[in-house]
């Protein structure tokens, strides 16, 4: 039996370290074994490598199957939208059956103009939510339902069961690449300078690369630049990562909404993205007008939009003014505090539903106690609020 010398095998350990040790350093800084690489090859090597990180979320765009895809839900989307909006116009409203203000479910218990409303509105929510889907799927975000029953059944669903499981949406996962994306567009941008993009008319543009920065930070007059020039599938891609990011701001700032009440916004939002319409985002002064004035409909024991005995609360005005909110506004107000109950009750009348489909609404607060109130505003005085003023589907 052959016994390794101790000795020779202590020397081979000590000269193979001593030969790693040397490899190890002699390596530049930025090349080291787990290290970036912080300079390797020419400039325009970083440059255009840079590029490539920040494009790689919409690397899609230059995939033809893709937008060509992308190109056919957008057309389906537009001619759902046009004839739920025929059907709006003419009518201003439609009517829901009293079953469904409990728990809403399409397709059951209709009433005569119910179900060809129910038709187009559902038909314009199963196209959103598979632009959603193809959007999250290609951006590597997982799908989420704003509705009133979450559920992890698949996306393609029969017209006629699509709203019982709810606007898909990726806001939850939005926030997160918007902050690494937002970091490496700013190294770009270092990169860049004032020299020329490296691939100027690449796919990705350079338009919408800064217009999902733009969004990232709230950058309105940013948004405004990168939209000059920008059309087409980019720019309906833009309205989307807009239109989620009011959805996570919200989730992010409650603004005093409690559960119940932020579900109602969600569901009303996921209503108005369906119809082509810019979602709410909460606004704190908004919100303490609704709860203020559902607590003194349901304390006194009135409803309306007339205070009985407050005068500093009388009229939508004065309740305005108790807040120091300047902007104009619109309000809805019921008898019970039911939450996605009374989206539905509102929108089954003319008057109610005008204010929840308003073009240029952009602020909500729903309040509930033992009645509801809904206000809603179309103040410019914060980023978020003003965030999709240049991207309009209506």
Known sequence: MNVPDPRRASAVAVALAAVLFIVFVSLPAGRRPGGLVVRAGSADAELERARTRVAAPFDFLADAKVTSRLEQLFAAHDTALESAWEWLDDRESYPIPAKAYTGWRPGSDVQPGHDEMELRVSRAVATNNEIVSLLAKRMKMRPDSVGARLTR?????????????????????????????????????????DTPPPQAEATPSE??????????????????????????????????????????????????????????????????IALGLRPLAHH???????????????????????????????????????????????????????????????????????????????????????????????????????????????
């Open 153 to 193: 059944k698949p996306l393609r669903l029969p017209v006629s069961k699509v709203h019982e499981y709810g606007m898909v949406t990726f806001a939850s996962a939005l926030p997160r690449m918007l902050d690494k994306y937002g970091e490496q567009w700013m190294e770009y941008r270092e990169r860049l300078g």
């Open 207 to 272: 338009d919408f690369l800064a217009g999902v920065a733009a969004i990232s930070r709230l950058d309105l007059e940013a948004l405004d630049e990168a939209l000059f020039d920008l059309e087409g599938t980019e720019r309906r891609v833009l309205w989307y990562l807009a239109a989620n990011r009011i959805l996570a701001w919200n989730e992010e700032n409650p603004c005093g909404h409690q559960k119940t009440e932020a579900e109602a916004v969600r569901v009303l939002n996921g209503y108005r």
């Open 284 to 394: 704190p002064k908004v919100y303490e007008m609704a709860s203020d004035y559902a607590e003194q409909m349901s304390t006194l024991g009135f409803m309306g939009h007339e205070h009985p005995s407050d005068e500093s609360r009388r009229t939508l005005s004065d309740r305005a003014d108790r807040v120091d909110y300047v902007n104009q506004l619109g309000e809805n107000c019921s008898g019970v505090s039911a939450g996605q109950s009374n989206i539905w009750r509102w929108r089954s009348d003319a008057g109610h539903h005008l204010v929840m489909i308003q073009d240029q609404a952009t602020e909500i607060g729903i309040g509930l106690t033992s009645r509801g109130v809904l206000n809603t505003g179309n103040g410019t005085d914060r980023p978020v609020t003003r965030l999709m003023d240049d991207l309009r589907l209506r």
